[in-house]
């Protein structure tokens, strides 16, 4: 069975499993060009609960946010590799600028974020917390980046 939900599918889904007392945590990103930072990113998520679910910025998502000539790989292309890990239990793509609707959609027990966050400087902090939620940080120190990658690739 795919992993690949829609938002309003995942959500219903997700209700019926956190009636069963099921711990929820969701993580983010684009994750364009996976690697080894991402991995471990998700696999830390995935050890503070039960099931995570992974959104993925959309195509037009991602443009916005990294700007023209991204993504390299289109969103669902990045959606079916990160159904692939074995810690990913769900995956969903979003549209908007940033994941706040799939939070209050979804309401995870724990939002989690990268290395180069803090609690404190979550963004969709005040968002979780509002509902009871709450955030944490996950993975190795950010040695890795695909725009960094990119970078050295350009430079030849």
Known sequence: MSKHRTLEALAAELSTLRAGGRKIA???GVFDLLHVGHLRYLEGARA???LLVVAVNS???TRAYKGPGR?????EERAELLAGLACTDFVVIFDAPDVRGV???LKPDIHVKG????PESIPERDEVLAYGGRVA???DPKNHSTTAALALLRKG
Do not use: E, F, H
Not at 71 to 75: I, N, R
Not at 115 to 118: A, G, S
């Open 59 to 61: 195509d037009a998502s």
């Open 137 to 139: 940080v996950a993975g």
């Open 71 to 75: 993504p390299l790989v289109p969103a």
């Open 48 to 50: 503070l609960a039960d």
């Open 115 to 118: 290395t180069d966050y803090t």
């Open 103 to 105: 939070i209050r959609a």
């Open 26 to 28: 969701l993580a983010n």
